[in-house]
């Protein structure tokens, strides 16, 4: 190639065909430095010795050549000099190799290749004459080196697997490169090549790269015996967050090769963490009896009772700390570690929906104020509710004689709802919040009765207690005969005991289901409750009922907003399940439209909630784009023929 010079600026020209040798010699001497003229006639006198007969000038040529491009890549910011002076000689170095007898120099000539493959090749000859070298320490010719390896090795890595799967082969077996067939490479080979490179990375702070090589071959598991105290973190903290980005089952592998670091380091707490990402109780239960310090494991103990996940302990395993574990896992402290807290915040003084509302900030609509509608009331009571949960007081409900009062200024389901905010103000204060809440289930009004139903089952929410308040006070209005406290009880059982997976209170609401005399609401809640009671359990009962209650509703009811409680409740079950709810997504297809494309929709989503999977993110997305034209074919239809009648 030949250059014209002009204003610095270079342009190619194409050389006639006999001046092509002496053509490149005129472009890379022109702008060269002293030092670079040196260098280059330096590397060109070792290739004249390499094509000369005498072996003997073969190794210390190697040798120089070798040493100048170690110089030069150990930190590579640009194509090193070296390199670019001997791109031109690859091919001759090719030659040279090949008449090569000697098994040393025959190495270190295929090392030189190797490095010089990775600017010029790209026919994995890097990896190729990596495989025919001294297989002297990988990391020797430079980081570049090492990650343009990385991705042949990747490359033929995928290579095999598709020749594997075409030929349909049973054994793994040597396959050779596409490109040198006297070369034969095993999976094996690629593994040790990648073990190798792999604590490379790691030992110069490329965790994410050494990941990424495992991930790309499907070893990510070899990463724990490469991780060390100070590597630890960076590479678990790279996993987990290239979790949402990685299709099943390779997600839950991440989390799992991160839990099997974490328990090598002894970060028990971590390591639970990703088992309850998993959602696997078995191995919930392994991290945390494997725990053997007292004080973690109580740590671990109130981690599992904020996500409400219990089981009955193995006192033996656990030892002398048995009954206090316990406790902690019942959250029986919660509500006075809540009150505790608020104490020191100093943060226990009652607030009014005014606080919230800054009604004093609105003077141009103070006459608002003075209006007294039971809509408005019944907003006033949730914010009650809410703003003072668990603070055990309020300027509303506190008293009995204002409560009354109060309680009375709504209407119908707004006294059941008003009521129920006394479960919000006792919450998880079982002992004093039922002694609030008892007055009232004496009540002759019904919905207050059913609003004191309701508020023992928020009362119980999160908390376990040996007396079972709640099934005790519930149990008996499941089949009450009026509906409001009918449903009150269901919900309230629901609420209590949502995610404890209980049994018998699994299979008193399955009866409702079954009752034929039940309607549409009634049923609706029930199977809300039972979706609460399994939530992320997968229970195959809780599924087959709510399945079989939706094939024996008519098609009339199935179009009830009640029945959407159904599908819901079934989203419950598999909550964060993900792939497990396949075999339910078939099963709703039974169900006839509309139902079926909003339950279809509904439980997929539950199952990858809080996944952050970026497949059924984009799955959703374009269902959100999709234009339906069902309405407005309907409507033109009718307004043709609406003109035709007219006409």
Not at 130 to 158: D, I, M, P, Q
Not at 313 to 326: H, N, S, T
Not at 574 to 583: A, F, L, N, P, T
């Amino acid at each position: 190639m030949v250059t014209e010079t002009k204003n610095t600026e270079t342009k190619p020209v194409e050389p006639k065909e006999g001046d092509k040798n002496k053509a490149k010699v005129i472009v890379e001497d022109e702008d060269l430095s002293d030092e670079d003229k040196q260098l280059k006639d330096e590397l060109l006198l070792c290739v004249q010795r390499l094509t000369e007969n005498d072996e003997k000038l073969y190794k210390p040529a190697l040798e120089i050549l070798r040493s100048k491009i170690k110089e030069s890549t150990s930190s590579m910011t640009s194509v090193p000099k070296p390199l670019k002076f001997l791109r031109n000689q690859y091919d001759t170095l090719k030659n040279v190799y090949e008449k090569i007898y000697d098994k040393t120099t025959k190495e270190f000539c295929a090392d030189i290749l190797s490095v010089l493959a990775m600017t010029i090749s790209d026919k994995r000859e890097c990896l190729k004459y990596r495989y025919l070298s001294s297989r002297e320490r990988v990391g020797e010719w430079g980081h570049e080196y090492v990650r343009h390896l990385t991705s042949e090795l990747t490359a033929e890595w995928n290579q095999m697997d598709e020749t594997v799967k075409t030929s349909e082969a049973v054994e793994s077996e040597d396959i050779e490169l596409t490109i040198e067939p006297q070369v034969k490479i095993s999976k094996d080979d690629l593994l040790k090549l990648a073990e190798e490179m792999v604590s490379f990375y790691m030992s110069h702070n490329a965790e994410a790269d050494a990941c990424d090589l495992l991930m790309e071959i499907e070893q990510i598991d070899l990463i724990s015996n490469h991780t060390e105290k100070d590597t630890y973190q960076r590479v678990c903290l790279y996993l987990l967050s290239c979790v949402p980005y990685v299709p099943e089952p390779e997600d839950s592998i991440l989390i799992r090769t991160a839990l099997k670091i974490y328990q090598k380091f002894s970060q028990d707490v971590l390591a639970l963490r990703c088992a309850i990402q998993l959602n696997d109780m078995d191995l919930i239960q392994s991290v945390f009896y494997t725990c053997t310090d007292s004080l973690i494991r109580k740590q671990l103990a109130f981690l599992l009772a904020r996500q409400q996940i219990y089981w009955e302990l193995d006192e033996a395993r656990v030892g002398q700390d048995a009954d206090e574990i316990k406790e902690i896992m019942n959250n029986s402290r919660l509500s006075q570690n809540f009150l505790n807290l608020a104490r020191e915040l100093d943060i226990m003084e009652p607030k009014v929906p005014e606080d919230i509302y800054k009604t004093h900030l609105e003077t141009s609509r103070s006459y608002q104020s003075q209006v007294d509608s039971a809509r408005q009331n019944l907003a006033a009571s949730f914010v009650n509710g809410f703003v003072n949960a668990a603070f055990g007081k309020d300027k509303l409900m506190s008293d009995d004689k204002e409560a009354n009062v109060w309680i009375h200024k709504n209407k119908e389901h707004g006294i059941m709802s008003t009521t129920a905010t006394l479960g919000l103000l006792s919450l998880w204060d079982v002992e004093n919040g039922l002694t609030q809440i008892d007055k009232y289930l004496y009540s002759d009004e019904d919905y207050v009765k059913a609003g004191a139903l309701l508020a023992c089952g928020i009362v119980n929410a999160g908390v376990q207690n040996e007396c079972d308040p709640a099934l005790a006070l519930l149990s008996d209005y499941v089949n009450h005969k009026n509906n409001s406290i009918r449903i009150a009880s269901i919900l309230g059982l629901g609420i209590a005991y949502a995610g404890k997976n209980r049994q018998d209170v699994v299979s008193l609401i399955s009866n409702i289901l079954s009752d034929s005399s039940s309607n549409m609401e009634v049923t609706g809640v029930a199977a809300l409750s039972l979706g609460l009671i399994g939530v992320g359990s997968a229970s195959d009962e809780i599924t087959s009922t709510l399945i079989q209650t939706l094939l024996e509703k008519s098609e009339q009811e199935l179009r009830e907003t009640f029945a959407k409680f159904i599908a819901l409740a079934i989203g419950l079950v598999y909550m964060g399940k993900g792939e497990q709810v396949d075999v339910i997504l078939e099963s709703l297809k039974a169900i006839p439209e509309p139902l079926q494309s909003f339950a279809t929709i509904l439980v997929d989503v539950c199952a990858y909630a809080g996944s952050g999977n970026v497949l059924k993110i984009q799955q959703l997305l374009s269902i959100c784009s999709e234009h339906i034209e069902v309405e407005t074919t309907t409507t033109s239809t009718t307004t043709t023929a609406t003109n035709s009648q007219s006409q």
